[in-house]
């Protein structure tokens, strides 16, 4: 059997879609916020490995969650964040519940409808915000708008990668009764261009994903840390550029992801919507800007 350092597809924290731990986030915060993202990178390496069979998969899952846990110390990516959540005094809750995600990844390969979908998201998603949260002691009044954000970016991922996860994993997101409401099927997710029905069925998941971005709306401005909610309202902007792609687009055979002037061009945009929003806020409360 290889072990979870094995299994690793090589990708980091500076290859995923949106920003993770970036240079807006404090450097006390930093730490721990990247030793969650090396747990979490290694087990979603191994729940997409290609060629590992799924009981090796689970295997290997149950064996993370073992050194996090302090049963083992086997894997290096365990034991740092078991060090880190204890500097903090933070629980392993969420990062269990992401390995509860990759083991749904190994057992299932097809959802019911949204709920069923947003229930994924629920163990998938809303975890990694609720943790960055913790770590910054911030209210956990903010979850809901979090997890709004949070599955916005996972149903997001999934649109992206539908083609992709279909014919490597056999792994579809999309909701059966989005794709019978349409009249598509999972087996168009195969084809190099997106037929009429399917490209339907995408657009509207897009349209309802874009509901969920209007639930996040207000989270960045009530965060505490200026820096965390600055990082969230660039996150936000991305969002919300990527489902616009995503409701005109086909992305079996164009590109939805955004290229380095788009994260810079909407990474300015972000840091300008969210300091405005700041600055709203702090004369809202009656507070001149020197007081930030």
Same mark, same amino acid.
């Given at each position: 059997?290889?072990?979870?350092?094995?299994?690793?597809?090589?990708?980091?924290?500076?290859?995923?879609?949106?920003?993770? @731990?970036?240079?807006?986030?404090?450097?006390?915060?930093?730490?721990?916020?990247?030793?969650?993202?090396?747990?979490?990178?290694?087990?979603?390496?191994?729940?997409?490995?290609?060629?590992?069979?799924?009981?090796?998969?689970?295997?290997?899952?149950?064996?993370?969650?073992?050194?996090?846990?302090?049963?083992?110390?086997?894997?290096?990516?365990?034991?740092?964040?078991?060090?880190?959540?204890?500097?903090?005094?933070?629980?392993?809750?969420?990062?269990?519940?992401?390995?509860?995600?990759?083991?749904?990844?190994?057992?299932? !390969?097809?959802?019911?409808?949204?709920?069923?979908?947003?229930?994924?998201?629920?163990?998938?998603?809303?975890?990694?915000?609720?943790?960055?949260?913790?770590?910054?002691?911030?209210?956990?009044?903010?979850?809901?708008?979090?997890?709004? !954000?949070?599955?916005?970016?996972?149903?997001?991922?999934?649109?992206?990668?539908?083609?992709?996860?279909?014919?490597? !994993?056999?792994?579809?997101?999309?909701?059966?009764? @989005?794709?019978?409401?349409?009249?598509?099927?999972?087996?168009?997710?195969?084809?190099?261009?997106?037929?009429?029905?399917?490209?339907?069925?995408?657009?509207?998941?897009?349209?309802?994903?874009?509901?969920?971005?209007?639930?996040?709306?207000?989270?960045?401005?009530?965060?505490?840390?200026?820096?965390?909610?600055?990082?969230?309202?660039?996150?936000?902007?991305?969002?919300?550029? !990527?489902?616009?792609?995503?409701?005109?687009?086909?992305?079996?055979?164009?590109?939805?992801?955004?290229?380095?002037?788009?994260?810079?061009?909407?990474?300015?945009?972000?840091?300008?919507?969210?300091?405005?929003?700041?600055?709203?806020?702090?004369?809202?409360?009656?507070?001149?800007?020197?007081?930030?």
């Amino acid at each position: 059997m290889v072990t979870p350092a094995e299994a690793r597809s090589g990708k980091g924290h500076r290859d995923e879609n949106f920003p993770v @731990a970036s240079r807006l986030i404090q450097p006390r915060h930093r730490a721990p916020i990247l030793a969650f993202y090396e747990f979490v990178r290694t087990a979603d390496d191994i729940a997409d490995h290609a060629e590992l069979p799924p009981a090796e998969k689970l295997a290997l899952l149950d064996r993370l969650e073992a050194t996090l846990l302090g049963k083992t110390d086997d894997d290096p990516v365990g034991v740092a964040l078991r060090a880190q959540l204890a500097a903090r005094q933070l629980s392993p809750r969420h990062a269990q519940d992401l390995l509860t995600a990759f083991r749904m990844d190994v057992t299932k !390969l097809r959802y019911r409808d949204w709920d069923d979908l947003i229930g994924y998201c629920t163990y998938s998603a809303m975890p990694v915000g609720r943790f960055v949260l913790d770590v910054h002691g911030e209210s956990r009044a903010l979850w809901p708008a979090n997890d709004a !954000l949070c599955a916005a970016l996972q149903v997001i991922n999934h649109l992206q990668d539908c083609g992709k996860d279909y014919r490597n !994993l056999d792994r579809v997101y999309i909701p059966l009764d @989005a794709f019978a409401a349409t009249g598509a099927t999972p087996e168009m997710l195969g084809a190099d261009r997106a037929p009429p029905a399917l490209l339907v069925c995408i657009h509207a998941l897009a349209h309802r994903t874009d509901s969920l971005l209007h639930e996040s709306w207000p989270f960045s401005v009530g965060i505490e840390d200026v820096r965390l909610a600055l990082e969230v309202a660039v996150i936000q902007t991305f969002a919300e550029r !990527l489902t616009g792609l995503l409701s005109r687009r086909d992305p079996l055979s164009q590109r939805v992801h955004l290229g380095k002037a788009g994260v810079a061009g909407f990474g300015l945009l972000g840091l300008i919507w969210g300091a405005t929003r700041r600055v709203g806020r702090l004369f809202a409360a009656g507070h001149k800007p020197q007081d930030a």
